[in-house]
């Protein structure tokens, strides 16, 4: 008996190691990998399962209530939902793609799984929610949610969604917030491998303001692992911060990686700040550590050097992305970009609201 999975975005950083560690730890998972493949969707990432008979593709948009309602319509374990704009600067510049996608897409899941036959909804939110947090403090899940920006707005308005749908229709959802991932597979405009590729490429490393904006760090897997405990242990209706509780700035972050590479920091340049940026995160993640045992594997110092490393040996994957030649990956492996052919919806009760 299989036990089928929906996890959107699922061709992202995030969820394309979820998938990958979701089909290594569960032999009875056959998963659906839902994903528009916008700019920062990449295949490659997934190249390794694509053949795995357990492991299925589906181009579509998390706001096409007819093709959610039809995926959503048998019978599913689990629908984890990772699609997002995520990109805070890419936000200030355009904030629509993000309250479409973060805000209506987000209400579209729920609505689909409010309909359909899936057990138990997991929607994947970020620390930014919480806004900056003052020196001393730490976020727990009550924590007043004090967005800062376009994208963290628009997620905390997911979480918000989510949050209602399971105090009006009892919806078995669960919101997790985590901080910033790093490791293999992650797009090149987020901090740690954007500074890998410029170092690597002998380029500029530009830094915003004075450096010293304090970042929550987790190792991918850790994260990942975290939420297949959370899918198997948390409680409906609750959230729950994931943190490995590794607090450090982003020039201790950008200093270490020059280490690993055995550069200096000559080429660091400070670079006018972004509006609003936040100070510092930092989550308190003794909620999920006391409810699950939960633990990270990953020493950041480990953590990185092996995610340092990987860039090294994945070259060809990185210059890739820049180049924009990972777009064609698509073609090349499942053939021209055809509409996504129409399944059978059934018919299913919404659930009954309390």
């Known amino acids: 008996m299989t036990r089928r999975y929906i996890v959107t975005g699922g061709a992202g950083f995030i969820g394309s190691n979820f998938i990958r560690m979701l089909l290594r730890e569960v032999p009875d998972a056959r998963v659906i990998n839902l994903d528009l493949l916008t700019y920062a969707g990449n295949l490659a990432n997934l190249k390794d399962v694509a053949e795995d008979p357990r492991?299925?593709?589906?181009?579509?948009?998390?706001?096409?209530?007819?093709?959610?309602?039809?995926?959503?319509?048998?019978?599913?374990?689990a629908l984890i939902h990772f699609a997002a704009e995520s990109h805070v600067d890419?936000?200030?510049?355009?904030?629509?793609?993000?309250?479409?996608?973060?805000?209506?897409?987000?209400?579209?899941?729920?609505?689909?799984?409010?309909?359909?036959?899936?057990?138990r909804a997991l929607v994947v939110s970020t620390d930014e929610v919480y806004g900056s947090i003052p020196p001393g403090e730490w976020a727990t899940e009550a924590y007043l949610l004090q967005p800062s920006s376009p994208y963290s707005a628009s997620k905390a308005c997911g979480d918000l969604f989510t949050l209602a749908y399971f105090a009006t229709y009892e919806l078995p959802?669960?919101?997790?917030?985590c901080g910033n991932n790093y490791g293999p597979y992650q797009f090149p405009e987020k901090l740690i491998p954007l500074m890998i590729t410029h170092a690597m490429q002998e380029r500029d490393?530009?830094?915003?303001?004075?450096g010293l904006n304090v970042r929550d760090w987790i190792h991918v897997e850790d994260h990942c692992r975290a939420l297949l405990t959370v899918l198997e242990?948390?409680?409906?209706?609750?959230?729950?911060?994931?943190?490995?509780?590794?607090?450090?700035?982003?020039?201790?972050?950008?200093?270490?990686m020059l280490r690993e590479l055995g550069k200096d920091s000559n080429r660091i340049r400070y670079v006018t700040d972004r509006p609003g940026h936040d100070?510092?995160?930092?989550?308190?993640?003794?909620?999920?550590?006391?409810?699950?045992?939960?633990?990270?594997e990953y020493d950041f110092a480990a953590?990185?050097?092996?995610?340092?490393?990987?860039?090294?040996?994945h070259e060809e994957w990185w210059?890739?992305?820049?180049?924009?030649?990972?777009?064609?990956?698509?073609?090349?492996?499942?053939?021209?970009?055809l509409a996504v052919p129409a399944r059978s919806a059934r018919k299913a009760e919404p659930r009954v609201g309390r």
């Open 303 to 313: 953590g990185l050097a092996a995610t340092v490393q990987w860039y090294i040996d």
């Open 279 to 296: 100070r510092r995160y930092a989550l308190d993640a003794a909620k999920l550590r006391l409810h699950t045992h939960w633990a990270p």
């Open 55 to 77: 492991y299925e593709f589906i181009r579509g948009d998390v706001c096409d209530h007819g093709l959610l309602n039809s995926l959503c319509s048998e019978p599913t374990a």
């Open 90 to 119: 890419r936000s200030i510049a355009g904030p629509d793609p993000f309250l479409r996608t973060n805000v209506q897409g987000t209400q579209s899941v729920l609505e689909a799984v409010r309909i359909g036959r899936v057990d």
């Open 319 to 337: 210059r890739a992305v820049l180049s924009g030649e990972h777009q064609k990956f698509y073609d090349a492996w499942y053939g021209p970009r």
């Open 205 to 210: 490393l530009p830094l915003y303001g004075d």
């Open 173 to 177: 959802v669960i919101v997790t917030r």
């Open 233 to 256: 242990q948390g409680t409906a209706g609750e959230v729950y911060n994931i943190s490995a509780g590794v607090g450090l700035t982003n020039r201790e972050v950008v200093e270490a």
